[in-house]
């Protein structure tokens, strides 16, 4: 099956978990995107009365676009379902978040959120994080970058600025990215904290939330 229509299989099963009436958290990213879309798509056509709140400039761009009423992040203290996409998720729901750039905002909205729901093609899957290497993206006040690396060193990273069109990638929030290498993570919980606790450090692209639903694609492990 190709790429992309395991995208949309996977974005149009995520619908059942919207009800009438609801706050609905739109994630970012391609998979996210076709799930705004069939939202869009169902809303008009059931007449939901449901509003929505974005992870991301351009998921309220597409969001928009469809339809789907958006409330801004600062007014919205709970959303009934987040749904989402993943860069990278294992068996134990390990999930690594942020190669959009939006991990931040992504995380929050999931924090408030009474459900958090995955959306992944059969790429993003592994059986298990802890025994692969893996990419975490760091999101980096732009002033303490040089001293957030060294530190990222110390833990053990390789450590890379997050570019695009070769220049230095912006988020949403006016940070940088600085992707982080690691040969091996035994503890993402650990890991985490650690990441969090470096002075400069906004946010981290490791997602560790209890309850998490996954909808894939068929016949995985």
Request: charged fraction near 35%.
């Amino acid at each position: 099956m190709d790429i992309e229509d395991e995208k949309k299989i996977v974005a149009k099963k995520a619908l059942k978990f919207v009800k009438p009436s609801t706050i609905v958290g739109l994630g970012s990213g391609s998979t996210a995107a076709y799930f705004i879309e069939a939202l869009g798509k169902l809303a008009k056509k059931k007449k939901l009365k449901i509003k929505c709140v974005a992870t991301s400039k351009e998921s309220e761009r597409i969001a928009k676009k469809v339809g789907l009423k958006i409330v801004a992040l600062e007014k919205a203290d709970k959303i009934d379902v987040d749904i989402d996409g993943a860069d990278k998720i294992d068996n134990q729901r390990i999930i690594i978040k942020g190669m959009g750039g939006a991990l931040t905002r992504e995380k929050y909205v999931a924090s408030i959120s009474r459900k958090f729901v995955v959306i992944a093609d059969h790429r993003k899957f592994v059986k298990d994080l802890r025994k692969e290497k893996v990419i975490v993206p760091v999101e980096v006040l732009p002033f303490a970058v040089n001293n957030v690396k060294k530190e990222l060193k110390k833990l053990g990273a390789k450590t890379k600025m997050r570019k695009k069109n070769k220049r230095i990638f912006v988020t949403d929030n006016g940070n940088y990215i600085i992707d982080s290498e690691f040969r091996k993570i035994k503890n993402f919980k650990k890991m985490a904290v650690k990441l969090n606790n470096i002075p400069g450090v906004v946010e981290n692209g490791i997602f560790l939330f209890k309850g998490v639903k996954v909808i894939r694609p068929k016949n995985l492990f």
